[in-house]
């Protein structure tokens, strides 16, 4: 069921509909303060500031998820692999068996 979620960032209230568990919005809306923090110089205020904020907080977001991304891919693959070369193992332990199994 969907509920509706409010914060405060960078001194503006956000609002947003959401059917995600409320551990993972905490964590999501941690994030992203965090990352907006990390961002922002102190005592910067004004839509300039708070527009290029966020940005850079887009920007950090966005190269997290490619990295994660690009790591999934690689960690896909070499999980194809290793299911490949176990499977093939698997088949000659069998054919094996079948030659000592037929003495």
């Not at 509920?3 to 941690?30: C, D, N, Q, S």
């Not at 997290?64 to 088949?91: C, H, M, N, P, W």
């Amino acid at each position: 069921m969907e509920r509706l979620v409010r914060f405060e960032l960078i001194g503006l209230e956000f609002a947003f509909y959401t059917g995600a568990p409320e551990e993972e919005v905490e964590e999501i809306i941690a994030l992203v303060t965090d990352l907006v923090q990390e961002n922002s110089s102190s005592g910067t205020k004004g839509s300039v500031a708070v527009g290029k904020v966020a940005v850079l907080a887009s920007l950090n977001i966005a190269s997290r998820y490619v990295e994660l991304k690009r790591d999934f891919k690689a960690y896909k693959q070499e999980t194809e692999e290793r299911l490949a070369r176990l499977g093939e193992q698997i088949s000659e332990e069998l054919a094996e068996e079948k030659i000592i199994s037929r003495r």
